[in-house]
C-alpha cells in the first residue's frame, strides 16, 4: 500500500526526532511491501519566519488530503513575545481544530528497562504497565460560557450527547485492540455534566459486550494512579479532567522523550506527535531522544492505517534496544552500564532491529 504523509517537523528538536521517525517509517516499508510518502510543511515559530503565519494555508491544504500527519514540536524563546495571533502553539490549536481532532490519545507505559526511572516504588509500580488516556479535547469547561459578573469569574462545563458518544465510540474500539478494558473517569457525586456523560457511557456500554466496562471518580482515580497504575488499561474522561490525569499519568512513566500521542477525529486520519515540546534547551546538539515521535509513528501505522504487526514490530524495537542498555541522555544513568547514544544512533539501533 502506499500511504501519504503530511509531515510537520516545527522548531527546537522537531525535525532531528521526524526524521529519525521518517527512517523508521521507511525501513517498515520495506520491510512488508508499503511505500509512505512525505511532504514536509512548516507549521510553528518556522512558519511564523518564513509566512508570516504560524499555520499557512498551504499546510492546512496540504493536511486535509493526507492520510496521516506526523508531527513532531514547535516554539521556543524567539517566538514567545509576539501577539497571540502569532504564537507557534496558536498554529497547532488551530490545526487540531481544522481537522475536526476532538480526541486525544495519550499512552502511558513504563518500559521494564526503564523500571528505574518511574517515580513510583517499585512495589506500586510492578516495574512495569500499560494503559491509554483517551481525552475529550474540544468540548467541556475549556470552551463552555465563561467571563465576569461584578466581583464574580465563571466557567461552565457543558456536554452535548453526541459529543459523549463520539469519544465513548473512540475509547470502546481502542478498548477491543488492547486488553478489553475501559474505564470512565467523571464526578458523577456532583457534577451533572458527569451524571449526563455517565448516563451515555452506560447506554453504550450495551454496543460493546465484550468490553469489560467501570466508572471511577476523578478524585479516586487520581489517587489509583500513584497507588496501582497496572489496573488500567483504557481510560476515557472529559477535556478537564483528561488534561490533569494525563500529565500525572506521563510523570509517573518517567521520561517525557519517551511518549506518543495522538489526535484523533471521525476519520481514520490524525495527527501523531510526542508529548514533549520542542526543547530548545538541548535542540541541534543529538542529545533528544527520538523515541516519542518513533512510537508515534507507529501509532500512526496502527490506528489511522491499520498496520498493527508494523506498529508492533516498532514496540518491540524500542523494547529491545532499551534492554541491551542504549540510552539518549535523557533516560542515561551515571555510573550504570548504560550506552549513552545520540539522537542518530538511537534512531539507528531501533531499524537495526527491526531488520
Ligand atoms: P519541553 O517538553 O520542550 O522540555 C521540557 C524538558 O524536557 C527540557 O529540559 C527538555 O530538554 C526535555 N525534553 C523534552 N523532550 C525531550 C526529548 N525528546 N529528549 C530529551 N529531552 C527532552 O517543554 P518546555 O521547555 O516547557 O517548552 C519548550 C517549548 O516547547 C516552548 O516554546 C513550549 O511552548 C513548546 N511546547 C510545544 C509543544 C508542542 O509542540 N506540542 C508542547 C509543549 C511545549
Not at 513575545?81 to 487540531?96: D, F, I, S, V, Y
Not at 526503564?114 to 510492578?126: F, I, T
Not at 506521563?250 to 510526542?274: F, R
Not at 515521535?293 to 532499551?322: G, N, P
Amino acid at each position: 500500500m502506499n500511504y501519504h504523509i503530511a509531515v510537520i517537523k516545527g522548531d527546537g528538536i522537531g525535525p532531528e526526532i521526524v526524521t529519525e521517525a521518517m527512517k523508521v517509517l521507511e525501513e517498515i516499508g520495506k520491510k512488508y511491501g508499503h511505500t509512505f510518502e512525505f511532504e514536509e510543511v512548516l507549521m510553528g515559530g518556522i512558519a511564523i519566519d518564513q509566512t508570516g503565519c504560524p499555520l499557512p494555508e498551504e499546510t492546512i491544504k496540504a493536511c486535509k488530503k493526507a492520510d496521516s500527519i506526523l508531527f513532531g514540536a514547535i516554539g521556543g524563546p524567539k517566538w514567545d513575545k509576539g501577539p497571540k495571533e502569532m504564537r507557534p502553539e496558536t498554529g497547532l490549536l488551530a490545526l487540531r481544530k481544522e481537522m475536526g481532532f476532538y480526541a486525544n490519545i495519550r499512552p502511558a507505559k513504563l518500559y521494564p528497562a526503564l523500571a528505574d526511572a518511574c517515580p513510583l516504588k517499585e512495589e506500586v509500580s510492578g516495574g512495569a504497565f500499560d494503559f491509554v488516556i483517551v481525552r475529550e479535547l474540544t468540548g467541556g469547561i475549556y470552551f463552555g460560557e465563561k467571563g465576569r459578573r461584578g466581583d464574580c469569574a465563571y466557567d461552565t462545563e457543558q456536554y452535548s450527547a453526541e459529543e459523549i458518544k463520539r469519544i465513548g465510540r473512540i475509547a470502546f474500539k481502542m478498548a477491543q485492540k488492547r486488553g478489553k478494558k475501559l474505564l470512565s473517569i467523571d464526578k458523577a457525586n456532583v457534577m451533572e455534566s458527569s451524571r449526563f456523560w455517565r448516563e451515555i457511557m452506560h447506554d453504550m456500554k450495551e454496543e460493546y459486550p465484550d468490553v469489560a466496562y467501570a466508572d471511577m471518580l476523578v478524585d479516586n482515580a487520581a489517587m489509583q494512579l500513584v497507588r496501582d497504575p497496572k489496573q488500567f488499561d483504557v481510560i476515557v474522561t472529559s477535556n478537564i479532567f483528561g488534561d490533569i490525569l494525563s500529565d500525572e499519568a506521563g510523570m509517573i512513566t518517567g521520561s517525557i522523550g519517551m511518549l506518543p500521542s495522538s489526535s484523533m477525529g471521525d476519520g481514520k486520519q490524525g495527527l501523531y506527535e510526542p508529548i514533549h515540546g520542542s526543547a530548545p534547551d538541548i535542540a541541534g546538539q543529538g542529545l533528544a531522544n527520538p523515541i516519542a515521535t518513533i512510537l508515534s509513528a507507529a501509532m500512526m501505522l496502527r490506528y489511522s492505517f491499520d498496520l498493527a504487526e508494523e506498529a508492533l514490530l516498532i514496540e518491540k524495537a524500542v523494547d529491545q534496544v532499551l534492554k541491551a542498555g542504549y540510552r539518549t541522555k535523557d533516560i542515561y544513568r551515571e555510573g550504570s552500564e548504560d550506552i549513552l547514544v545520540s539522537t542518530v544512533e538511537m534512531g539507528k539501533k531501533i531499524r537495526e532491529c527491526l531488520q
